[in-house]
């Protein structure tokens, strides 16, 4: 019971440490998108530039204590900040649950987190900043080197991932983000070819089931002005490949 009681708060702990680092990384994600500096100019209202409070900030809560909206001005507050900041505190603590305290926990949370960066960029401008994937590409390259195993796989699955994701490119005449191959490279390093093809197939259900209201609601046609971001449902087919990996091997 004891050790049960320990799991729990340790558990709870990465996950209010995933939910402060989601707030950073929506800061690295957004401030680069607009070009600002990360430190300076303070945590601000996007509308009204006022700066916001500590409590304001506390990451989840805020957002719903104020119902989506500025305390000050009233606009409404995008809902990426929850996302990832919950994004970032749901993969962390399962990442710790399924690997332990291993090279391969800090590998995944390493990669992971170039994901939600890339993912929180791409719901704010349905664009991915390159220098995410190549910190993401350095880092894990950097790590699976010093970790040693299965490196020439890894290495393999880096290339092949992104030769499939570079045919389908084509194949498909540009309609595939480019974003989206390069960042399959950085998956297939990170994960192996398996897992990188499979985070894809359940990518494009998850988007299939997405678009089924918006089908619906327009008596089955897609609505082609609107451009829909792919690395998130990308970013939710590797939390796939985790939970099914774990279920694969208890």
């Given at each position: 019971?004891?050790?049960?009681?320990?799991?729990?708060?340790?558990?709870?702990?990465?996950?209010?440490?995933?939910?402060?680092?989601?707030?950073f990384y929506n800061?690295?994600?957004?401030?680069?998108l607009s070009g600002e500096n990360l430190a300076f100019p303070p945590s601000h209202c996007t509308k009204c530039n006022h700066r916001l409070s500590v409590f304001d900030l506390i990451p989840v809560f805020s957002w719903l204590f104020l119902k989506g909206k500025c305390r000050y001005c009233k606009d409404k507050i995008s809902p990426i900040y929850p996302i990832g900041e919950l994004l970032t505190a749901f993969s962390y603590t399962f990442i710790v649950?399924?690997?332990?305290?291993?090279?391969?926990?800090?590998?995944?949370?390493?990669?992971?987190?170039?994901?939600?960066?890339?993912?929180?960029?791409?719901?704010?401008?349905t664009l991915v900043p390159d220098r995410f994937i190549i910190i993401g590409?350095?880092?894990?390259?950097?790590?699976?080197?010093?970790?040693?195993?299965?490196?020439?796989?890894?290495?393999?699955?880096?290339?092949?991932?992104?030769?499939?994701?570079?045919?389908?490119?084509?194949?498909?005449?540009?309609?595939?983000?480019?974003?989206?191959?390069?960042?399959?490279?950085?998956?297939?390093?990170?994960?192996?070819?398996?897992?990188?093809?499979?985070?894809?197939?359940?990518?494009?259900?998850?988007?299939?089931?997405f678009q089924i209201p918006i089908l619906i609601k327009n008596k089955g046609k897609l609505d082609r002005t609107r451009e829909i971001p792919f690395v998130p449902f990308i970013t939710l087919g590797v939390l796939c490949t985790y939970v099914l990996d774990y279920f694969k091997f208890i």
């Open positions: 019971m004891i050790l049960n009681i320990d799991l729990i708060i340790m558990y709870g702990i990465i996950f209010i440490f995933g939910l402060v680092l989601g707030s800061v690295i994600a957004l401030r680069t649950y399924q690997f332990g305290f291993t090279m391969t926990t800090l590998i995944q949370i390493v990669f992971i987190t170039a994901m939600i960066w890339c993912t929180i960029a791409d719901l704010k401008e590409l350095i880092a894990v390259f950097i790590l699976r080197l010093i970790h040693g195993e299965d490196l020439v796989y890894y290495l393999i699955s880096c290339v092949v991932s992104f030769a499939v994701l570079f045919m389908i490119f084509l194949l498909s005449g540009g309609k595939m983000g480019g974003a989206d191959v390069k960042l399959y490279a950085l998956i297939g390093l990170s994960i192996g070819a398996m897992d990188a093809m499979g985070s894809l197939f359940y990518a494009s259900i998850i988007a299939l089931i």
